[in-house]
């Protein structure tokens, strides 16, 4: 067995220190590296530059795990006791519906090894290194603290590194941070505390190179860099069962003990009372027993969370384990990353601003469709050449290139830029035309010392311009001049800097375009030429990853289902607060950053993270200890996230939710369930599916348990009185098979309510069987008690054989379960209407599936040789259908005293209110 993953040592704080300082503390010259007998030396003393294996349990162990718990507990003894009885076929089923539940549960098993391989494949499979003064490319494994490394766009970077040099240089840190945007690097030092995404100093292992070249120093491998700190992390989150588990573990124990002190008392009453034999007690004991158990319980129970699972999917939600599918019906809170899950991904212009107007992008992503409003309405393009202008400049000046691939539009490049191509779509603009008119000469690329990028354009009559752009405070201060729709003018600061405040207080990023004609004579661009100014402000466009418009819609329909959303990000505070207020999130809390969260206690994080719904600059950790504190304050917590930085977080969340298009695969792994369009709404619409999920168990549990407490009862009952069995064990057992994989199965299909979404969330500690429930139950169980037995005792009064009785008896139970079936489908309202009837075309194949099995039970003479029956005649079965309908009618008055005395539940099982299910 592998050694398990070790724990870093504690964090060093390279980023706070000079390039020279950490390159000094790793005892390597920067231009030869170090020698390769050094390096060899290092390897044996920090090992290879892999994340370790965890222990993991072997397949037989896993396998037999699945059994330990309470229900199949209950199953195999159910089982044992029916093959006492010489009951072979019944037993092998109950035991053939152990063993695919174990089945299921083995190949589920395992996410956490699963989520740790996923992190491992993310890590660099070779690297650029210098060594004995020579560059050389070796297996990324082999590197060592100390190591020189050389990075370049499309690298993944191999190990954490201390960049000690930078040329134009952005690294992709979405899947460790949460950051949206590439972030621009340097080599100076930062603040000892800075959270991750701030430490511009750094490389860190598994993320990407999208721009730029650099170099670094090695100064973490394998489990002790980032990427490992987090497969630590996730080796050691437990994880915590569902409610549901939790419920049915608790009523299973509870039942357990119920049974068997049942079964010991009746036997010692019989003995001790009523003179039986041990013997024939014992018999009787094993048939209450069997009475009481309810054997097909488990199986509904995982054939409802199974259609479920096929309705989610076809929602876009797909589940990886069942019982998640009931626990997101109880959910209270979801904690959901900002980047790609609430919002799309793709950088969008939504502002343009220019010289004495402010213009509104329309549209969102890399599609070119939208429009550009002012505060009047919609504007012509052609009517404002300054947009052209604006957008000429952004496409001219732009190493990116947009294209559609599969319906959907894709960057190659820096989004940044792939924003502004679509920006010059939407103004009319196409990218082959332009360039083809204006082709480049020359160029500067963007680099971080000088914060722009400029390019040199010469038309086909040989007119030369010169196309900038880049931070605003830059670029303005190389404008001299404002390009205007009536030509140019002075440049007026003091009305640009509030309306670019504005904007950056909207958690936009601005980016200044500018244009110098003139430039005719000059053939190449040097950084002279632009320093010299001279040119005009052509606008300020704000940018931003905008929410998904479907996604506002979600986390309103959460809000009103009474479930808090929290946005949970590794971005800047400002554009988290702007994005929440966009998505409907309480605007009047600031966020809360990752370096406040550090400083509270666990005791002040629960008390504040009730009422915070944004938390920025948010690391691994801090996901992790939010999601702890909620579930302390008693919340059942959601987590959305598609990143490597996710991945504990989810796994630690009552149920994990990734994303399937562009979350990485250890979030996947992680992960309950994994959404198959990345879509916030998918979300809700899984929380309505486990709602009507946990409806309709309730509603399996309310049919079941009264044929067990009416078979048991009728038992009960004759002991008490000296009577003759009115049922054997055999007969039982057919009861309460026939009951569960036909009556039953078909509560499994009931519809939503349309109100469901509009209840508060489940208190988790709300018990399976409310007092409303467990009165249902015992009331229904007297009616089937009276109804058997009265069968029973009629037929033997008339003079009828015991068999005759017998027969009677169970079916007068059946069909009094048969008319009980369209009751339970709605708990408080009335079903005697056309919908009530009707509304569910899987109620009617299930009765009438019902009836065939006890035509068989009854008249076929194979089965009346193995459970003891004979035929009924006409009268028999007027008697019985006579009790299935008053039954009905019982119930039916039951609960219309009830909703009277408003002593029910609430409307929770739906019965007008239901759609008809398809």
Not at 826 to 832: H, K, N, P, V
């Amino acid at each position: 067995m592998n050694a398990p993953a070790a724990a870093p040592p504690p964090a060093v704080s390279h980023h706070a220190e000079s390039a020279d300082s950490v390159l000094r503390a790793q005892g390597v010259v920067r231009h030869l590296g170090l020698d390769a007998a050094e390096a060899a030396e290092r390897l044996q003393r920090h090992g290879r530059n892999t994340l370790p294996q965890p222990p993991r349990r072997g397949p037989l162990l896993r396998f037999l795990l699945q059994f330990h718990n309470v229900l199949i507990y209950v199953l195999l003894v159910a089982g044992v006791v029916t093959a006492l009885l010489g009951h072979l076929v019944d037993s092998g089923v109950i035991f053939g519906v152990v063993v695919i539940n174990a089945v299921i549960g083995f190949i589920q098993e395992g996410k956490a090894e699963r989520a740790l391989d996923a992190i491992r494949n993310m890590l660099s499979l070779r690297a650029q290194v210098l060594r004995d003064g020579r560059r050389c490319e070796i297996d990324a494994e082999e590197l060592v603290p100390g190591d020189i490394v050389y990075l370049a766009s499309g690298d993944r970077v191999p190990a954490d590194l201390r960049l000690v040099e930078v040329r134009s240089l952005r690294i992709e840190e979405a899947a460790l941070t949460g950051e949206s945007v590439a972030v621009d690097k340097g080599v100076a030092p930062v603040a000892a505390d800075a959270v991750l995404g701030d430490r511009d100093c750094m490389a860190y292992s598994g993320t990407l190179v999208t721009f730029g070249q650099g170099t670094g120093v090695v100064v973490a491998t394998g489990a002790h860099t980032e990427i490992g700190r987090i497969s630590a992390m996730l080796s050691e989150v437990q994880e915590i069962t569902t409610p549901l588990l939790r419920n049915m573990a608790q009523f299973g124990r509870w039942l357990t003990w119920v049974i068997l002190a049942v079964a010991a008392a009746a036997f010692a009453f019989g003995t001790l009372v009523r003179g039986y034999s041990a013997g024939e007690m014992f018999l009787a004991a094993v048939g209450l027993a069997v009475a009481a158990i309810p054997e097909g319980l488990p199986a509904i129970m995982t054939i409802t969370l199974a259609i479920g699972v096929q309705r989610m999917a076809g929602r876009r939600a797909i589940v990886r384990r069942l019982p998640a599918v009931e626990t997101l019906g109880s959910v209270t809170v979801i904690c959901s990353d900002k980047t790609g899950t609430l919002t799309r991904n793709e950088m969008t212009a939504r502002r343009v601003i220019a010289a004495g107007r402010v213009y509104e992008v329309g549209g969102v992503g890399y599609a070119p469709h939208g429009g550009f409003a002012l505060e009047q309405g919609e504007v012509a393009v052609d009517a404002h050449p300054l947009l052209v202008d604006v957008a000429r400049c952004a496409l001219l000046c732009n190493d990116a290139a947009l294209q559609r691939e599969g319906g959907a539009w894709k960057v190659a490049g820096d989004p940044t830029e792939g924003a502004l191509i679509t920006l010059a779509r939407k103004a009319g603009l196409e990218e082959s035309f332009e360039r083809e008119a204006r082709p480049r000469t020359d160029v500067i690329p963007f680099e971080s010392e000088h914060r722009f990028m400029a390019t040199l354009n010469h038309d086909h009559a040989g007119r030369g311009v010169v196309y900038l752009k880049g931070a605003p405070e830059r670029v303005l201060e190389l404008c001299s001049a404002v390009r205007g729709e009536k030509g140019d003018q002075p440049l007026d600061l003091s009305w640009w800097q509030p309306r670019m405040h504005a904007a950056a207080a909207s958690g936009m990023r601005l980016l200044a375009l500018a244009v110098r004609e003139g430039e005719d004579a000059l053939k190449t661009l040097t950084f002279a030429d632009v320093e010299r100014g001279g040119f005009t402000l052509l606008g300020v466009l704000g940018l931003s990853d905008p929410p998904r418009e479907e996604a506002v819609r979600a986390v309103a329909r959460c809000l009103e289902a009474g479930i808090q959303v929290k946005m949970i990000t590794g971005d800047h505070v400002a554009t988290a607060h702007a994005i929440g207020e966009q998505l409907g999130l309480a605007a009047e809390l600031d966020a809360i950053t990752g370096t406040q969260i550090e400083a509270m206690s666990d005791a002040d994080l629960r008390r504040i993270v009730g009422d915070t719904e944004i938390f920025a600059r948010a690391s691994p950790e801090h996901k992790l200890r939010l999601v702890r504190a909620l579930q302390a304050r008693g919340e059942v917590v959601a987590m959305t996230g598609d990143g490597v930085n996710d991945a504990p977080a989810l796994k630690r969340a009552d149920v994990g939710v990734a994303m399937g298009c562009n979350g990485t695969e250890a979030a996947k792994e992680a992960a309950e369930m994994v959404l198959a369009d990345d879509n916030f709404a998918s979300v809700a619409a899984a929380v309505e599916e486990g709602r009507t999920v946990y409806d309709n168990l309730r509603k399996a549990i309310a049919f079941i348990l009264p044929t067990n407490i009416g078979q048991a009862g009728i038992l009960v009952a004759a002991i008490l009185l000296g009577m003759t069995l009115p049922m054997t064990p055999a007969q039982i057992l057919w009861v309460n098979m026939v009951t569960a994989v036909t009556l039953a199965l078909a509560l499994a299909f009931e519809a939503p309510e349309r109100d469901i979404m509009k209840r508060p969330p489940r208190d988790p500690a709300e018990p399976l069987l409310t007092r409303f429930v467990v009165w249902r139950v015992v009331f229904v169980g007297v009616l089937l008690v009276g109804g058997g037995l009265g069968a029973f005792v009629w037929e033997v009064g008339r003079g009828a054989s015991l068999e005759f009785a017998r027969t009677a008896a169970v079916n007068a139970v059946m069909v009094g379960e048969a008319f009980y079936l369209f009751n339970v489908r709605s708990f408080t309202d009335s079903i005697l209407n056309r919908d009530g009837f009707l509304g569910n075309r899987y109620v009617l194949i299930a009765i009438a599936l019902m009836l065939a099995c006890q035509a068989s039970f009854t008249y076929l003479p194979a089965l009346q040789t193995l459970f003891g029956t004979v035929g009924l005649d006409v009268a028999a079965w007027s008697r019985i259908l006579a009790f299935g309908v008053l039954m009905l009618l019982l119930v039916e008055a039951e609960k219309a005293l009830i909703k009277t005395l408003n002593h029910g539940p609430g409307n929770r099982g739906g019965g007008n209110n239901r759609r008809s299910a398809q």
